[in-house]
């Protein structure tokens, strides 16, 4: 069956360092992949979106990174900052559509 | 900036009872989804609209579930005779779709779904 992994476990770091997530996944050739935040009671947001053909992608302080033959996207957030807390989603395609399979996520915690 | 709204923002129902929960996605999107998160939980996906009719379900989306476009700015979905594990999130997304970069989903704040 399909599965995303993420970390379950929460990540703790501390302010101006980098974060790194990590998104597994298995039993899907997927065109893309996105990552999303999601705060406590709101609804996903979307951050960014890597395709296949992509290595890697930035915005401001994000990166991803996207290797299919390590079936294996990794989420970057340089200079973190307290305002960064929050549960970080990988999403992949269902079936080649434009439904999406999302990760539990994992929780980031930027301490000052 | 355009955003999708959903209401109720909360909903408190007895076991057996019918809701609807509505949407208003982003006026020049095109497909429509629904979504829930059952607490501690991930986002689950239930089902895809386009062109006025289903496009993708998942095993979650069973004949108790049904969804409406009942005029060119609402997305309904409606739960038959609710159940004690209903009690979730539910969210409402729009997307494009028209390729591109436009695959992203913009999801509402959700409706708190509780059974009693």
């Known amino acids: 069956s399909q599965k995303i992994e993420q970390n379950s476990e929460a990540l703790n770091i501390q302010e101006g360092k980098t974060a790194t997530l990590t998104c597994n996944y298995t039993?899907?050739?997927?065109?893309?992949l996105q990552w999303y935040r999601q705060d406590p009671g709101r609804g996903p947001v979307f951050l960014l979106l890597?395709?296949?053909?992509?290595k890697e992608k930035r915005k401001e302080r994000l990166k991803v990174t996207f290797d299919t033959t390590l079936k294996q996207s990794l989420f970057h957030i340089t200079a973190s900052q307290p305002a960064d807390s929050a549960t970080y989603l990988c999403?992949?395609?269902?079936?080649?559509?434009?439904?999406?399979?999302f990760g539990k996520g994992t929780s980031l915690l930027v301490t000052p | 900036e355009p955003e999708v709204t959903q209401t109720p923002s909360h909903q408190v129902t007895q076991m057996g009872q019918e809701v609807i929960l509505r949407c208003v996605p982003i006026s020049n999107h095109l497909y429509f989804y629904w979504y829930r998160q059952i607490l501690g939980q991930k986002v689950e996906f239930l089902v895809s609209?386009?062109?006025?009719?289903?496009?993708?379900k998942s095993e979650i989306f069973d004949d108790q579930f049904s969804v409406e476009r009942p005029d060119g700015s609402n997305f309904t979905l409606k739960i038959r005779s609710t159940k004690l594990e209903d009690s979730a999130m539910y969210f409402c997304?729009?997307?494009?779709?028209?390729?591109?970069?436009?695959?992203?989903?913009?999801f509402g704040s959700g409706t708190q779904l509780s059974v009693l």
């Open positions: 997304a729009s997307s494009e779709a028209m390729g591109g970069t436009n695959e992203k989903l913009f």
């Open positions: 890597i395709r296949e053909n992509e």
């Open positions: 609209f386009y062109n006025n009719e289903i496009s993708e």
């Open positions: 039993n899907y050739s997927p065109a893309y």
């Open positions: 999403a992949l395609d269902i079936n080649s559509g434009y439904a999406l399979n």
